[in-house]
């Protein structure tokens, strides 16, 4: 057609496609005409093309990876405001509100690119989808789940623009992730001054495409087999007429060449030894008390244990369970006010005694350092604990008066 009809064509000047492979010659487009437009690293071998000028055009691509694509969104794009968008506040209302930064960032919409790599899964009838999150600073965790859990994961990612093509090389040099194409990358780009914990967490939820979910964090490692243990579980249980929420019972220690446990009684053997321990045993018990790790250790069977104050637990869910409350962002209340939720919501927490998962080792994320070092940071943590509890006394009434006591 266009050989017929060459008038369809309309020819661009060089400086469209300066193309920089060994035998071009593109340098005598670029030294006589206007700055290039598209510069096009057309060799294989790409950056270490024989071009006099490689360095310069090198930098030139370096400068745009690494931009910053939030600037480009609030300068030239603008996003227009729905209706029901909060109002701008007024300098007064920030000035005295000394929570306002961390209900600001409650209302944020961060830009995300979801299945930022390929991804291809059927889901079987019975399946698990591993939903969790991580920032830059876990990104060597990823290799060491992917061994360990064989099922489909949504995975959440808090990065910057520079972050995530540092993520893309990595996930493309790493031999165990290109084996994986049932690993949905979902890159939430970073926004504010907190680490957006629950907003992770929603957006790998809402990405899951399995009947189940379990709800874990990155830092955690599964027991050998998990994955078809959880399948074998959810086929055999009735989670449709009953909500159920099913416990993970965690463990964790502090050695970095732990030699894994792979069955329970070598779990138990470690925790006899010292070589494991229940999960904040030493600095957050409550967390995960209610699990009743004294009865899991000779269970047999699946029992049920009732909801406290500050429980946490690592759970397995029928998909569609309520998203976790964004409010709460960087560290504290994020899994518990969930778990409050849930309970409220008549779920059954029920502890499977065949199953774990261990924490390892890793150093202190910046967020728990803000809330050990900063007061307010402590401050506004009780503030917002206050409000999501009011709010729920408001939506369910009587059924939420005993949370009104949880500090």
Same mark, same amino acid.
């Given at each position: 057609?266009?050989?017929?009809?060459?008038?369809?064509?309309?020819?661009?000047?060089?400086?469209?496609? #300066?193309?920089?492979?060994?035998? &071009?010659?593109?340098?005598?487009? /670029?030294?006589?005409?206007?700055?290039?437009?598209?510069?096009?690293?057309?060799?294989?071998?790409?950056?270490?093309?024989?071009?006099?000028?490689?360095?310069?055009?090198?930098?030139?691509?370096?400068?745009?990876?690494?931009?910053?694509?939030?600037?480009?969104?609030?300068?030239?794009?603008?996003?227009?405001?729905?209706?029901?968008?909060?109002?701008?506040?007024?300098?007064?209302?920030?000035?005295?509100?000394?929570?306002?930064?961390?209900?600001?960032?409650?209302?944020?919409?961060?830009?995300?690119?979801?299945?930022?790599?390929?991804?291809?899964?059927?889901?079987?009838?019975?399946?698990?989808?591993? #939903?969790?999150?991580?920032?830059?600073?876990?990104?060597?965790?990823?290799?060491?789940?992917?061994?360990?859990?064989?099922?489909?994961?949504?995975?959440?990612?808090?990065?910057?623009?520079?972050?995530?093509?540092?993520?893309?090389?990595?996930?493309?040099?790493?031999?165990?992730?290109?084996?994986?194409?049932?690993?949905?990358?979902?890159? #939430? /780009?970073?926004?504010?001054?907190?680490?957006?914990?629950?907003?992770?967490?929603?957006?790998? %939820?809402?990405?899951?495409?399995? &009947?189940?979910?379990?709800?874990?964090?990155?830092?955690?490692?599964?027991?050998?087999?998990?994955?078809?243990?959880?399948?074998?579980?959810?086929?055999?249980?009735?989670?449709?007429?009953?909500?159920?929420?099913?416990?993970?019972?965690?463990?964790?220690?502090?050695? $970095?060449?732990?030699?894994?446990?792979?069955?329970?009684?070598?779990?138990?053997?470690?925790?006899?030894?010292?070589?494991?321990?229940?999960?904040?045993?030493?600095?957050?018990?409550?967390?995960?008390?209610?699990?009743? $790790?004294?009865?899991?250790?000779?269970?047999?069977?699946? $029992?049920?244990?009732?909801?406290?104050?500050?429980?946490?637990? /690592?759970? #397995? @869910?029928?998909?569609?369970?309520?998203?976790?409350?964004?409010?709460? @962002?960087?560290?504290?209340?994020?899994?518990?006010?969930?778990?409050?939720?849930?309970?409220?919501?008549?779920?059954?927490?029920?502890? %499977?005694?065949?199953?774990?998962?261990?924490?390892?080792?890793?150093?202190?994320?910046?967020?728990?350092?803000?809330?050990?070092?900063?007061?307010? $940071?402590?401050?506004?943590?009780?503030?917002?604990?206050?409000?999501?509890?009011?709010?729920?006394?408001?939506?369910?009434?009587?059924?939420?008066?005993?949370?009104?006591?949880?500090?």
């Amino acid at each position: 057609v266009l050989k017929e009809h060459p008038y369809f064509v309309y020819h661009l000047p060089c400086q469209w496609n #300066v193309q920089l492979s060994d035998n &071009s010659k593109s340098d005598k487009c /670029y030294n006589q005409l206007e700055e290039p437009k598209i510069i096009h690293w057309n060799s294989p071998k790409k950056f270490k093309v024989e071009n006099k000028h490689v360095d310069y055009f090198r930098n030139l691509h370096l400068a745009f990876v690494e931009y910053d694509g939030n600037l480009l969104r609030r300068e030239l794009f603008g996003c227009e405001k729905s209706e029901d968008a909060n109002p701008t506040a007024s300098q007064e209302e920030v000035s005295e509100d000394e929570c306002f930064e961390f209900r600001r960032e409650q209302s944020l919409v961060h830009r995300t690119h979801l299945f930022y790599l390929d991804y291809k899964y059927q889901p079987e009838e019975y399946d698990v989808t591993l #939903v969790t999150q991580l920032s830059i600073d876990r990104l060597q965790m990823l290799e060491l789940l992917s061994n360990r859990w064989e099922g489909p994961i949504s995975l959440a990612l808090y990065l910057s623009d520079a972050e995530a093509q540092q993520f893309l090389k990595y996930a493309q040099d790493s031999e165990i992730l290109t084996k994986r194409t049932n690993i949905g990358y979902h890159i #939430v /780009y970073k926004d504010g001054q907190f680490y957006p914990v629950n907003y992770l967490r929603n957006v790998a %939820l809402n990405q899951s495409q399995t &009947s189940h979910m379990f709800l874990s964090d990155i830092d955690f490692l599964p027991m050998p087999g998990l994955y078809n243990h959880l399948k074998s579980v959810v086929s055999r249980i009735d989670m449709e007429k009953e909500n159920k929420a099913l416990v993970i019972p965690a463990f964790e220690t502090q050695r $970095y060449r732990l030699e894994f446990p792979t069955t329970k009684a070598d779990l138990l053997t470690k925790l006899d030894k010292e070589e494991i321990f229940t999960f904040r045993y030493d600095v957050w018990p409550q967390g995960h008390l209610p699990t009743n $790790y004294t009865k899991w250790r000779t269970a047999k069977a699946m $029992y049920t244990v009732k909801w406290e104050r500050d429980y946490e637990p /690592y759970i #397995v @869910v029928k998909k569609g369970i309520p998203l976790f409350d964004q409010r709460f @962002v960087g560290f504290g209340w994020n899994k518990v006010s969930h778990a409050i939720l849930l309970d409220l919501l008549g779920y059954k927490f029920v502890v %499977l005694p065949d199953a774990f998962i261990i924490h390892m080792p890793h150093a202190p994320s910046l967020e728990i350092t803000k809330f050990r070092n900063n007061a307010l $940071y402590r401050n506004c943590l009780k503030t917002l604990k206050g409000e999501y509890q009011r709010d729920l006394s408001r939506k369910y009434g009587l059924k939420a008066l005993k949370y009104l006591s949880v500090d």
